[in-house]
């Protein structure tokens, strides 16, 4: 991929420089997001009556100018710098099935992006971690096996995102940086946000939902990323967990929809940094 080298220097700049936003530039603070659960989940397994995990140190690996965000990181409208610039986010894998596919489309466009993986799928396809990394997008934590966190003690919590960083660091590297998680379901109170922030990490949400997850259709998919988007937009979509053909096929849609109406799609740090600046 030609766009290889300038994807990893921008992505490591905007690490570098991103004190990460403060309340008022992040959007929301931290509210129950439990109500709306029900229309943005993605199947996964029972999270109740789970054993005590052992303890796993967390190691985040990023330098310390990079400080997480003292409000959940969710919605908010473009302005100045950020103002032409949306994100393309991808949650749930690396899937051996459809991953593989829109990191083509990603590099075959010279498109930017940022993927929240689960720590079980990083332990069974490192390859595409890999890949990812490589290419220059930007990673990011989405526990280890997708529970919703609200459900979970505070020692559970922490485990499911130490262990996914470790997974994460031993594909990657110790020093690579992971300074955002996402939680599963969109599902966070003011005890997870505040614990993660403790860890370091942002919580990172979404502004743009085509609901991918439920398999409405390519054209669907497309038409409500494209009637939804707006400056400096988190959109969400899957690439994990079950077969995600219709957004393998709908991504270049959106891609070329976006450029056509004007926006450049950039990795979430680069965003962050664009609407800090």
Not at 1 to 12: C, E, I, K, P, T
Not at 108 to 134: D, E, I, K, S, W
Not at 227 to 248: C, E, F, M, N
């Amino acid at each position: 991929m030609r766009s290889r080298s300038v994807l990893r220097l921008a992505h490591g700049l905007a690490l570098a420089t991103l004190l990460l936003v403060s309340a008022a530039a992040c959007g929301s603070t931290a509210t129950s997001m439990t109500a709306r659960t029900a229309r943005t989940a993605t199947p996964t397994a029972t999270t109740t009556q789970r054993p005590l995990p052992p303890t796993i140190p967390l190691h985040l690996g990023c330098s310390l100018n990079v400080h997480p965000a003292s409000s959940v990181i969710s919605s908010g409208s473009g302005s100045g710098p950020a103002r032409r610039y949306v994100a393309l986010t991808f949650d749930d894998g690396p899937s051996p099935d459809y991953t593989a596919t829109i990191l083509t489309t990603l590099e075959r466009t010279h498109t930017p992006a940022t993927f929240f993986l689960v720590g079980t799928n990083v332990q069974h396809y490192p390859a595409l971690v890999r890949r990812a990394a490589g290419d220059g997008f930007a990673l990011g934590i989405h526990t280890w096996d997708h529970p919703d966190m609200t459900t979970l003690s505070p020692q559970q919590r922490e485990w499911e995102l130490a262990a996914t960083a470790q997974a994460i660091h031993t594909v990657l590297g110790a020093d690579y940086c992971l300074p955002f998680w996402r939680p599963p379901f969109g599902a966070y109170n003011a005890a997870v946000v505040t614990q993660a922030r403790s860890l370091g990490l942002s919580t990172v949400t979404w502004d743009v939902d085509p609901q991918d997850w439920s398999a409405p259709g390519v054209r669907v998919i497309v038409d409500r990323v494209l009637s939804a988007v707006h400056p400096a937009a988190k959109i969400q979509l899957h690439d994990g967990y079950v077969s995600r053909w219709q957004t393998a096929q709908a991504l270049p849609l959106i891609i070329k929809g976006l450029k056509r109406r004007g926006y450049v799609p950039v990795s979430l740090p680069d965003l962050l940094a664009r609407r800090g600046s």
